[in-house]
């Protein structure tokens, strides 16, 4: 995956409070029995500390002497893109909004920014309190999409993804069809209840893993809002593998064999790796959001 090296990235939708600290040092998600659920749930994608049960609060990260707001200083152009993993960050947001932007205007919908926030440790939003091993998640009750990229050190060497740039951009396009759910009101089918393969939540997570392969369909191709160039400038086969590899090693199955040792379907809360791998690419293969209705 190549960026465009004389493309301007734009940091304000990146929030950079990395070495910030909540008021008090609290956390919610503690040691042993505690912070493993929290772990294995949090790495699927998407689970948001509502829905883990952690603490209520709300408490917002203050910043210390070593929140420098990295990216903010750093992270100027795709040339910073293509050295540093986390001015790819940015230019990944930047990429997947200008998709959904645009794509929205072409239906007649206006789509409505979402910030990314870059943390290390723990952090307050507007769904509680969490940490790090809650992984990557999206939280409607503010709609910011939050993001420790120690993650993708623990994608590979825990759940044995191969890694690479576009598996990182894999996790953000997927929090971002999130995102896009929360916009067009189907993210609350979630919330019925139930666990297993047919569930609002796996179905929910499909979903969202469809969008992000419709963005990666037209990442080379969607015109970059300020200079009418894609940011993206090239996207490989060997890109997607390793976004279908990420995908797969979050599958719950893999996840389950992994850490317990056996896979009970009942208890499927985001798919199986084979699932998240088909919806990933029949966004990819379609390019259209409409073939991602997952609630069919």
Same mark, same amino acid.
């Given at each position: ?5 004389? !493309?301007?990235?734009? #940091? ?12 008090? *040092?609290?956390?919610?998600? *503690? ?37 420098? @707001? $990295? ?9 910073? @893109?293509?050295?540093?993993? +986390? ?14 932007? $645009?794509?929205?205007?072409?239906? *007649? ?21 969490? #940490?790090? /091993?809650? *992984? ?5 009750? +503010?709609?910011?999409?939050? &993001? ?12 044995? /993804?191969?890694?690479?740039?576009? /598996? ?18 189907? &993210?609350?089918?979630?919330? =019925? ?25 037209? @990442?080379? #191709? ?15 086969? /060997?890109?997607?593998? =390793?976004?279908?590899?990420?995908? !797969? ?24 790796? &084979?699932?998240?791998? $088909? ?18």
């Amino acid at each position: 995956m190549q960026f465009d090296d004389d !493309a301007n990235l734009d #940091t304000s939708e990146v929030q950079d409070v990395r070495g910030s600290r909540l008021p008090g *040092g609290r956390a919610t998600i *503690g040691g042993g029995i505690v912070g493993l659920v929290a772990l294995l749930l949090g790495l699927f994608f998407g689970v948001g500390p509502d829905q883990l049960g952690l603490s209520s609060g709300g408490d917002q990260a203050a910043p210390t002497s070593s929140s420098l @707001a $990295q990216v903010q200083q750093s992270c100027r152009t795709g040339r910073d @893109a293509n050295t540093r993993y +986390d001015c790819r960050a940015v230019a990944v947001v930047n990429s997947v909004q200008d998709y959904w932007t $645009q794509e929205f205007r072409r239906r *007649g919908r206006t789509y409505t920014p979402s910030s990314t926030v870059l943390f290390s440790d723990r952090i307050g939003t507007a769904c509680g309190t969490a #940490t790090s /091993a809650v *992984g990557p998640f999206y939280c409607p009750g +503010d709609r910011k999409v939050y &993001l420790d990229l120690g993650f993708f050190d623990e994608l590979r060497s825990k759940f044995g /993804a191969s890694g690479g740039p576009f /598996a990182q951009a894999y996790v953000i396009a997927h929090e971002y069809g999130h995102h896009v759910q929360d916009l067009l009101g189907v &993210l609350g089918r979630s919330q =019925d209840g139930l666990t297993g393969e047919n569930s609002g939540s796996v179905r929910t997570e499909l979903q969202a893993d469809c969008y992000a392969g419709v963005w990666a369909r037209h @990442a080379t #191709t969607t015109p970059d809002e300020s200079t009418g160039r894609p940011l993206i400038t090239s996207l490989t086969a /060997a890109d997607i593998r =390793d976004g279908l590899d990420a995908a !797969a090693a979050v599958g719950d199955d893999r996840i389950q064999e992994r850490f317990q040792g056996r896979v009970t379907p009942e208890t499927w809360t985001h798919g199986s790796a &084979l699932q998240r791998q $088909q919806w990933f690419q029949q966004g990819y293969r379609t390019g259209d959001m409409a073939r991602c209705d997952t609630f069919r």
